[in-house]
C-alpha cells in the first residue's frame, strides 16, 4: 500500500472567503462522500439478506466480538481523523509557526527543580 504524507505542504487556498467555514466545507465534503459510499453498501447488504430469511436473522441477531470491536475502533478513529483534518492541520500549523513548546515540556518547564 503507498503512503501519502498526512498533511500536503503550504498553506491551503481559502475558497468561500473564511478559513473556519472553508474548515467546515472540507469536513462536511468528507463525511458526505463517506456517508455516501456507507449507503451504497448497507443498500447492497440489504438486497443480498432480502432473499434470504434466514440470514436476515443471523444478521440481527449478531453481536461482535473483541476482535470486531477493536477493527471498528481503529476504523472509527481513521474516519474521525479524515473528517476532521482540516482542524487538526490548522493546529499542527499554528503549534509550528509559535514555535511553542508543547504541553507536556511546558509542565516539565514549570515544575522542574533547581
Known sequence: MIELPRQ?????PIYL?????????SMLLALAGEVVVLRERLDSVERIVSEDD?????????????DVEKERDAWRAQFLDIVLRPLKQDYEDLES??????????????????
Open 17 to 25: 472567503g473564511d478559513k473556519t467555514t472553508d474548515n467546515l466545507l
Open 97 to 114: 509557526r509559535s514555535g511553542a513548546k508543547g504541553y507536556d515540556e511546558a509542565i516539565e518547564i514549570v515544575t522542574a527543580v533547581d
Open 8 to 12: 500536503a505542504k503550504g498553506d491551503r
Open 54 to 66: 434466514s440470514l436476515k436473522a443471523k444478521v440481527d441477531a449478531y453481536r461482535p466480538s473483541p
